[in-house]
């Protein structure tokens, strides 16, 4: 399965982006995940393909929201109040064995190749 990511940008503070994430085939869970300059790579928010489970990460909740349209094999992340020390690197990461997601790096086998998202104050 190959991840491609879309919907980076350069956006002000306050601002929104939406990144999506489309798959070549069928997966179940899937993640978004992010690597600022100089830090490690951490967890956003995944959820299942049924869509019923979510979850993320604090420093996101109640202002990003994760969603998938199975169809379209995509993954979609709706990023609302951007603050700069949103700005990172985002990667897209997919599971065809994962039933349950998990917020671990190692519990996934596909990654895209990133996104930009850079926030200005």
């Known amino acids: 399965v190959q991840l491609v990511e879309s919907g980076g940008g350069l956006v002000q503070a306050g601002g929104s982006l939406r990144l999506s994430c489309a798959a070549s085939?069928?997966?179940?869970?899937m993640g978004w995940f992010r690597q600022a300059p100089g830090k490690g790579r951490e967890f956003v928010s995944f959820?299942?393909?049924?869509?019923?489970?979510?979850d993320y990460a604090d420093s996101v909740k109640g202002r990003f929201t994760i969603s998938r349209d199975n169809a379209l094999n995509t993954v979609y992340l709706q990023m609302n109040s951007l603050k700069p020390e949103d700005t990172a690197v985002y990667y897209c990461?997919?599971?065809?064995?994962?039933?349950?997601?998990?917020?671990?790096?190692?519990?996934?086998?596909?990654w895209g190749q990133g996104a930009q998202v850079t926030v200005s104050s």
């Open positions: 990461a997919g599971s065809d064995t994962l039933v349950v997601p998990t917020t671990s790096i190692g519990g996934y086998e596909y």
């Open positions: 959820i299942s393909r049924s869509g019923r489970n979510t």
């Open positions: 085939g069928r997966t179940n869970a």
